[in-house]
């Protein structure tokens, strides 16, 4: 019998997405360059379905019935290349190669290109949900052809996490790098919610004065309510995990410097030449690069704060509750931002991604699910060509009801001299969106006074330049 679908690479991801396949009961080819894994597989997981183990890239390609279904999963970058440049010469017109690896959305592109070229079909496919997702139903965002979809979709749809609805999180996002993009601003999302979840802990312990645990319980009831999400209840579980060997709160004895892969940082830098603010996740990529750099934070650790102020029982109760608001509107304001990036992205490249069917393949799956997603997918059903998630009635609503704790939050937080960037910048953000007048206006004079930039009018049509170095009478450029 031909394999339905093969995967090559097969260490924790690659493994688990074969096993996933082989478990709904395809018969998956595996292969890896270190024949020792793929024997690992079929020793350990061989009864759990029907594998076909391949040690060259001539068997793995024999294997595979036609149009084949070649998933990659080896190291984004280079090693993707160099499987490519392996397995592309085996391969005839119409087979397909679909890159399950976090690749950068501009490498899809290319890749793309240079295999549609050859008749071949190039996938660039999103999946988020870390080892325990690719085993049990990730959230997979393909890119590539329509045509390719057609072929591969409902083999995808039996392996995704199904949100509640019972709707596999799994649709076409667009052409060629399409769902690499929408993966990278899915991780962009995921880096400022799991930093806005850390201001809320760090405000919650140093302005309000709790435990680690009991702020656990804390996430624990919002978990309940509308913040309800993956991110949510594992922080509940971290506050509430006790080292085995001090007998401390585990966070109390790992080291506060976060790490990062890239993806975040892909998803700021791309949002800059975009021009696409992204003030929120932005902040979340400085926060994880100033954790970790060791000798700024040493030589700034004599640097005056201000003189702390203890809050009573019920004051630090009330507090906790502004700062559920708080982190609400801030995320609301992060995804925002998010869904922004996506649409920006989807124009410049010419993609037509659904912003409200990203939504949707993110209600499982995936590490950023939650209740929250149904509710955006919701706005854009309503209004397909929202401009903005703070343009629905509903979220605009909410957040205006925040506010006033919102605001309260960020001045405890200065006051008792707890950063909270990302808090700050979501705000920032919506104060900015709201403003009447921006001092953009200023700059502009400035731009003018310095380098004869010219600006435009409020109440005139045209490009104008004042002479500041003459009689400042005002020229039209
Ligand atoms: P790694 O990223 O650690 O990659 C290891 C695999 O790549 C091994 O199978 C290795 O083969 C293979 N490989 C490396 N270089 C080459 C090469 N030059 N030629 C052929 N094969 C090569 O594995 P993961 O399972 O962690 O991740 C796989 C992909 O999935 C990555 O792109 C990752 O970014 C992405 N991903 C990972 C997630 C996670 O939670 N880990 C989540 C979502 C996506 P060998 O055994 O011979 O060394």
Redesign the pocket.
């Known amino acids: 019998t031909q394999a339905q679908i093969g995967v090559t ?6 493994r688990n997405l074969a096993r996933n396949l082989a478990r709904n009961g395809f018969t998956v080819a595996v292969h ?3 024949a020792a ?1 793929t024997d690992a597989l079929v020793a350990e997981f061989g009864e759990e379905g029907d594998f076909v183990a391949t040690r060259t890239a001539k068997e793995f390609v024999a294997a595979l019935e036609r149009p084949r279904r070649l998933v990659v ?4 970058g ?2 993707t290349d ?2 490519i440049d392996e397995f592309a010469p085996l391969l005839e017109p119409g087979d397909m190669i679909i890159d ?4 950068h959305f501009a490498d899809t592109r290319r890749r793309e290109r240079l295999l549609r070229e050859r008749d071949l079909h190039f996938v660039g496919t999103g ?5 325990e997702g ?1 085993l049990h139903g990730p959230s997979i965002m393909p890119g590539g052809s329509a045509e390719s979809y057609a072929v591969l979709g409902p083999i995808l749809e039996r392996i995704a996490a199904k949100a509640e609805d019972g709707t596999p999180c799994v649709s076409h996002v667009g052409p060629d790098g399409a769902g690499h993009f929408v993966k990278m601003v899915h991780n962009g999302i995921e880096y400022a919610d799991m930093q806005l979840i850390g201001e809320a802990y760090q405000l919650l312990r140093d302005v309000a004065g709790y435990t680690p645990g009991r702020i656990s319980d804390i996430f624990r009831t919002w978990n309940t309510g509308r913040l309800d999400s993956y991110l949510i209840e594992i922080t509940a579980e971290v506050l509430a995990h006790v080292d085995e060997y001090t007998g401390k709160p585990f966070v109390d004895v790992v080291a506060d410097a976060a790490e990062q ?1 890239g993806t975040g940082r892909w998803t700021v830098q791309t949002a800059l030449d975009l021009g696409v603010p992204v003030s929120g996740i932005a902040e979340a990529v400085f926060a994880r690069s100033l954790s970790g750099h060791v000798p700024l934070r040493e030589a700034s650790r004599s640097l005056e704060g201000p003189t702390p102020r203890a809050l009573s029982e019920e004051e630090a109760a009330a507090f906790a509750d502004r700062v559920e608001q708080a982190l609400y509107a801030s995320k609301i304001m992060s995804y925002t931002q998010g869904f922004h990036e996506i649409t920006a992205g989807a124009e410049e490249y010419g993609w037509g991604i659904d912003p409200g069917a990203v939504a949707a393949l993110w209600r499982g799956g995936c590490i950023i699910r939650a209740a929250f997603l149904d509710r955006i997918r919701a706005a854009y059903d309503t209004r397909p060509d929202l401009p903005s998630l703070l343009s629905d009635a509903t979220f605009a609503r909410e957040v205006a009801d925040a506010q006033d704790d919102w605001r309260e939050v960020m001045v405890a937080a200065t006051r008792q001299g707890v950063p909270a960037p990302g808090f700050a910048a979501a705000l920032a953000y919506y104060d900015a969106l709201r403003a009447e007048r921006l001092p953009a206006a200023l700059v502009q004079g400035q731009r003018d006074f310095f380098g004869a930039h010219t600006y435009r009018r409020t109440d005139r049509e045209g490009s104008f330049h004042t002479l500041w170095g003459g009689d400042r009478s005002e020229v039209e450029a």
């Open positions: 690479g097969l260490a924790v991801m690659g890896n360059r270190t894994r999963m080896v190291k984004a280079e090693p160099a499987v399950g690896g976090n690749a999946i988020s949900g870390g080892e690719a892969k």
